[in-house]
């Protein structure tokens, strides 16, 4: 019986081990000083921005619509350990900490967080968050939803759902050309 448990508890660390050591790359986003909204970055886009880099973090620069097309690969795995990093950047390129926080936090303070960290895949891959006062956050996740119906055009619809190599019906953002 105790060699079934051995047995049984060295399969179940052999599988579970090789998702442990994944860690994904660290992020930081910078955003337009003041800014508030949802935050949507599409990966895998050819002729969105080009990746860029502080160290062996990658940095997603966030135009003011909220939305940012860029040739980073989308990634999955554990978050390094204070990641991701949220930023308010100034016009001199000075910059002021947003904390990030999980959905649940409640807790306001009247601060500006950064909430969240949805992965989906629709037409592309995509990630979102959402940058507000706790006060606001059910208003915000609303447009989070309406951007990302008017970026993929009718994000619902079963056809949505389906790869598609075009940035065509892209309707909002700062799609590339």
Request: glycine residues 10%; neutral net charge.
């Amino acid at each position: 019986m105790k060699t079934v448990r051995r047995i049984g508890l060295l399969l179940l660390l052999s599988m579970t081990m090789p998702a442990c050591g994944q860690t994904i790359e660290p992020e930081i986003y910078l955003l337009p000083a003041g800014f508030e909204g949802p935050v949507l970055i599409i990966f895998n886009q050819a002729e969105g921005a080009a990746p860029k880099y502080e160290g062996e973090a990658r940095v997603y620069e966030i135009p003011a619509s909220g939305v940012l097309w860029t040739q980073f690969s989308d990634q999955s795995g554990w978050v390094p350990k204070g990641y991701p990093k949220f930023y308010h950047v100034s016009a001199d390129g000075s910059r002021t900490k947003i904390e990030y926080t999980r959905w649940e936090d409640t807790t306001d303070g009247g601060r500006v967080k950064a909430y969240g960290g949805s992965v989906g895949v629709s037409r592309h891959r995509y990630t979102n968050y959402v940058v507000c006062r706790r006060s606001e956050l059910s208003k915000m996740e609303v447009r989070g939803r309406m951007q990302l119906d008017s970026v993929f055009g009718g994000f619902h619809r079963r056809e949505y759902f389906e790869p598609q190599d075009s940035l065509e019906d892209a309707r909002m953002g700062d799609a590339p050309k």
